[in-house]
């Protein structure tokens, strides 16, 4: 069996309220369509893939992301275009995300380009580039 891509990635905000209105520029400028948005998700699909945001139980209102933590780590979607990358730093400037690098290559592949930041709850986003066909392309 080999695996066609990942189906869909749901992320638990801690501050739902703050974090939707985020999610609900970005993930349609990244070509990704709401297809339920209540109160308490946001779920997009499009490029193959899918992402949501869910709302936090009541426990875990005050927590933020912790990258180190058990579980995710960071999430990074691939773009079709090394400007492309760019492009998406200027948008996440217009919705002020935290800028955690903007972008630059990196050491992972040859030609891999991205730019890293945090949604508002501190989760971090990559969105990144490798050109060619080869094993990250």
Not at 10 to 37: D, H, W
Not at 39 to 47: E, F, Q, T
């Amino acid at each position: 069996m080999e695996i066609n891509g990942i189906a869909h990635v749901m992320l638990t905000v801690s501050n739902f309220e703050r974090c939707k209105p985020f999610y609900e520029k970005l993930l349609p400028f990244l070509g990704l369509r709401p297809v339920i948005n209540s109160d308490h998700s946001l779920y997009c699909v499009g490029g193959r893939t899918a992402i949501g945001i869910v709302r936090a139980d009541d426990a875990y209102r005050d927590e933020r992301f912790a990258q180190r933590r058990v579980g995710l780590h960071h999430v990074c979607l691939r773009a079709r275009e090394h400007n492309e990358v760019d492009q998406a730093y200027e948008f996440l400037k217009t919705l002020g995300a935290k800028i955690l690098h903007p972008p630059e290559d990196g050491p992972w592949a040859p030609g891999y380009y991205s730019v890293l930041f945090e949604d508002p709850d501190g989760i971090r986003i990559e969105i990144n580039h490798v050109p060619g066909k080869g094993l990250l392309a």
